[in-house]
Protein backbone atom coordinates (compact mmCIF):
# COMPACT_ATOMS: atom_id res chain seq x y z
CA UNK A 1 0.00 0.00 0.00
CA UNK A 2 1.44 3.02 -0.95
CA UNK A 3 1.67 5.89 2.24
CA UNK A 4 -1.56 7.64 2.73
CA UNK A 5 -3.51 5.56 0.28
CA UNK A 6 -6.14 3.48 1.68
CA UNK A 7 -8.62 1.73 -0.39
CA UNK A 8 -11.97 2.44 1.50
CA UNK A 9 -12.54 5.30 3.64
CA UNK A 10 -12.36 5.25 7.40
CA UNK A 11 -14.84 5.96 9.55
CA UNK A 12 -14.58 9.00 11.33
CA UNK A 13 -14.15 8.97 14.60
CA UNK A 14 -16.34 10.39 17.36
CA UNK A 15 -14.63 13.74 18.22
CA UNK A 16 -15.35 16.03 21.21
CA UNK A 17 -15.36 19.81 20.09
CA UNK A 18 -14.09 22.72 21.57
CA UNK A 19 -17.79 23.94 22.31
CA UNK A 20 -18.62 20.42 24.55
CA UNK A 21 -14.83 21.12 26.49
CA UNK A 22 -15.55 24.26 26.58
CA UNK A 23 -12.68 25.89 25.20
CA UNK A 24 -11.79 29.72 25.77
CA UNK A 25 -11.23 31.47 22.26
CA UNK A 26 -7.92 32.07 21.06
CA UNK A 27 -6.05 35.40 21.96
CA UNK A 28 -4.71 36.90 19.01
CA UNK A 29 -3.00 39.30 21.56
CA UNK A 30 -0.74 36.15 23.15
CA UNK A 31 3.00 37.50 23.37
CA UNK A 32 4.51 34.14 21.64
CA UNK A 33 2.23 34.40 18.17
CA UNK A 34 2.24 37.71 18.07
CA UNK A 35 -1.05 38.71 16.47
CA UNK A 36 -1.94 37.57 13.10
CA UNK A 37 0.22 35.80 10.62
CA UNK A 38 2.00 38.26 7.85
CA UNK A 39 4.95 36.62 5.92
CA UNK A 40 6.90 39.35 6.04
CA UNK A 41 6.33 41.46 9.25
CA UNK A 42 4.88 38.66 11.41
CA UNK A 43 6.07 34.71 9.75
CA UNK A 44 5.09 33.49 13.51
CA UNK A 45 1.98 34.69 13.89
CA UNK A 46 -1.74 33.05 14.19
CA UNK A 47 -1.65 31.42 10.46
CA UNK A 48 -5.10 30.20 8.78
CA UNK A 49 -4.12 28.14 6.12
CA UNK A 50 -5.15 29.53 3.09
CA UNK A 51 -4.80 26.35 0.58
CA UNK A 52 -7.07 23.33 0.70
CA UNK A 53 -5.41 21.01 3.74
CA UNK A 54 -4.77 18.11 1.69
CA UNK A 55 -2.15 20.31 -0.06
CA UNK A 56 -0.93 21.90 3.36
CA UNK A 57 -0.68 18.58 5.36
CA UNK A 58 1.87 15.99 5.04
CA UNK A 59 2.97 14.95 8.10
CA UNK A 60 1.13 14.09 11.62
CA UNK A 61 3.15 14.31 14.70
CA UNK A 62 2.30 12.26 18.07
CA UNK A 63 3.16 13.81 21.17
CA UNK A 64 2.21 13.44 24.80
CA UNK A 65 1.34 16.26 27.29
CA UNK A 66 3.86 15.30 29.69
CA UNK A 67 1.32 16.01 32.19
CA UNK A 68 -1.17 13.97 34.53
CA UNK A 69 -2.87 11.99 32.55
CA UNK A 70 -6.11 13.38 34.16
CA UNK A 71 -5.09 16.53 32.81
CA UNK A 72 -7.34 17.40 29.97
CA UNK A 73 -7.92 20.20 27.14
CA UNK A 74 -8.81 22.56 29.63
CA UNK A 75 -5.92 22.38 31.53
CA UNK A 76 -3.80 21.87 28.78
CA UNK A 77 -4.99 25.07 26.64
CA UNK A 78 -4.57 26.93 29.87
CA UNK A 79 -0.81 25.98 30.32
CA UNK A 80 -0.38 26.60 26.51
CA UNK A 81 -2.30 29.94 26.86
CA UNK A 82 -0.64 31.19 30.48
CA UNK A 83 2.25 29.48 30.32
CA UNK A 84 3.69 29.78 27.46
CA UNK A 85 2.02 32.18 25.59
CA UNK A 86 0.53 31.24 23.35
CA UNK A 87 -2.65 32.30 21.06
CA UNK A 88 -4.49 28.53 22.10
CA UNK A 89 -3.69 25.12 22.76
CA UNK A 90 -0.91 24.06 20.60
CA UNK A 91 -2.20 20.54 19.29
CA UNK A 92 -4.96 19.95 16.88
CA UNK A 93 -6.26 16.87 18.73
CA UNK A 94 -5.90 16.09 22.56
CA UNK A 95 -6.57 11.96 23.24
CA UNK A 96 -7.21 11.66 26.47
CA UNK A 97 -6.41 8.05 29.01
CA UNK A 98 -10.42 6.87 28.46
CA UNK A 99 -9.55 7.31 24.61
CA UNK A 100 -11.95 10.19 24.08
CA UNK A 101 -10.19 12.76 21.43
CA UNK A 102 -10.84 16.13 22.02
CA UNK A 103 -10.83 18.26 18.94
CA UNK A 104 -8.19 21.30 20.00
CA UNK A 105 -6.72 24.02 17.72
CA UNK A 106 -8.80 24.72 14.56
CA UNK A 107 -7.56 21.96 11.94
CA UNK A 108 -7.43 24.89 9.65
CA UNK A 109 -4.88 26.81 11.55
CA UNK A 110 -1.10 26.36 12.18
CA UNK A 111 -0.90 24.47 15.49
CA UNK A 112 1.85 25.23 17.85
CA UNK A 113 3.44 21.75 18.91
CA UNK A 114 6.78 21.01 17.02
CA UNK A 115 9.10 23.99 17.26
CA UNK A 116 10.17 24.82 13.55
CA UNK A 117 7.51 22.31 11.86
CA UNK A 118 4.06 23.40 12.67
CA UNK A 119 3.61 24.30 8.92
CA UNK A 120 2.15 21.78 7.58
CA UNK A 121 2.60 18.98 10.48
CA UNK A 122 -1.00 18.46 12.50
CA UNK A 123 -0.22 17.57 16.28
CA UNK A 124 -2.12 15.05 18.12
CA UNK A 125 -1.51 14.44 22.29
CA UNK A 126 -2.11 11.73 24.25
CA UNK A 127 -2.57 12.89 27.75
CA UNK A 128 0.32 11.31 30.33
CA UNK A 129 4.10 11.33 30.28
CA UNK A 130 5.32 8.37 29.13
CA UNK A 131 8.66 8.40 30.15
CA UNK A 132 6.57 7.01 33.32
CA UNK A 133 3.80 5.15 32.20
CA UNK A 134 2.08 3.34 29.55
CA UNK A 135 -0.58 5.11 27.17
CA UNK A 136 -4.09 3.27 27.43
CA UNK A 137 -5.57 0.49 25.08
CA UNK A 138 -8.48 3.18 24.69
CA UNK A 139 -5.62 6.08 23.85
CA UNK A 140 -4.24 3.46 21.33
CA UNK A 141 -7.05 2.67 19.98
CA UNK A 142 -8.47 6.13 19.31
CA UNK A 143 -5.39 7.46 17.65
CA UNK A 144 -5.05 4.60 15.65
CA UNK A 145 -8.57 5.51 14.37
CA UNK A 146 -7.94 9.21 14.08
CA UNK A 147 -4.39 9.11 12.17
CA UNK A 148 -6.17 6.64 9.61
CA UNK A 149 -8.97 8.85 9.37
CA UNK A 150 -6.33 12.18 9.05
CA UNK A 151 -4.26 10.37 6.88
CA UNK A 152 -7.63 9.30 4.36
CA UNK A 153 -8.86 12.79 4.53
CA UNK A 154 -6.24 14.92 3.88
CA UNK A 155 -3.85 12.97 1.79
CA UNK A 156 -1.30 12.76 4.47
CA UNK A 157 1.90 10.53 3.68
CA UNK A 158 3.98 10.60 7.04
CA UNK A 159 3.81 10.16 10.56
CA UNK A 160 6.55 10.67 13.31
CA UNK A 161 7.07 11.82 17.14
CA UNK A 162 8.05 15.02 18.14
CA UNK A 163 11.82 13.98 18.71
CA UNK A 164 12.23 12.82 15.92
CA UNK A 165 12.26 16.41 14.37
CA UNK A 166 13.74 17.65 17.40
CA UNK A 167 16.41 15.07 18.57
CA UNK A 168 18.14 16.39 21.60
CA UNK A 169 15.57 19.09 22.57
CA UNK A 170 12.89 16.79 23.86
CA UNK A 171 11.91 13.44 24.77
CA UNK A 172 8.11 13.73 23.40
CA UNK A 173 6.31 11.30 23.25
CA UNK A 174 7.90 9.52 25.77
CA UNK A 175 9.96 6.18 25.84
CA UNK A 176 6.99 4.12 26.49
CA UNK A 177 4.90 5.38 23.31
CA UNK A 178 7.64 5.98 21.05
CA UNK A 179 8.30 2.60 19.71
CA UNK A 180 4.70 1.95 19.28
CA UNK A 181 5.07 4.67 16.40
CA UNK A 182 6.01 3.11 13.08
CA UNK A 183 3.00 0.28 13.99
CA UNK A 184 0.56 3.03 14.13
CA UNK A 185 2.24 4.65 10.54
CA UNK A 186 2.31 1.14 8.72
CA UNK A 187 -1.29 0.30 10.01
CA UNK A 188 -2.56 3.72 8.18
CA UNK A 189 -0.86 3.12 5.54
CA UNK A 190 1.90 5.88 6.45
CA UNK A 191 5.68 6.14 5.70
CA UNK A 192 7.18 6.33 9.74
CA UNK A 193 9.88 9.24 9.98
CA UNK A 194 10.38 12.90 9.01
CA UNK A 195 11.78 12.75 5.47
CA UNK A 196 8.16 13.19 4.30
CA UNK A 197 8.14 16.67 5.62
CA UNK A 198 7.79 19.73 3.55
CA UNK A 199 6.48 23.23 4.82
CA UNK A 200 3.59 24.24 1.94
CA UNK A 201 4.76 26.67 -0.21
Known amino acids: ?15 TSRAEWGAELP ?40 LPATDGPQEIQLKHTRDKA ?49 PTEAQLASVAALVRYLAYAYDI ?11 GDTVCPGENFTPLLPEIAENAGLEFGTDGYQPPH
Request: net charge negative.
Open 157 to 167: THLAGHRHFQP
Open 86 to 134: WADIGYHFVIGADGVIYEGRDIGVRGSHTGGYNTGTLGIALTGNFEHAM
Open 27 to 66: NHNAQNERGLFDPATNPLGWKVYADPLDEVYNTIVLHHTA
Open 1 to 15: MLAGCQAVAPPAPTI
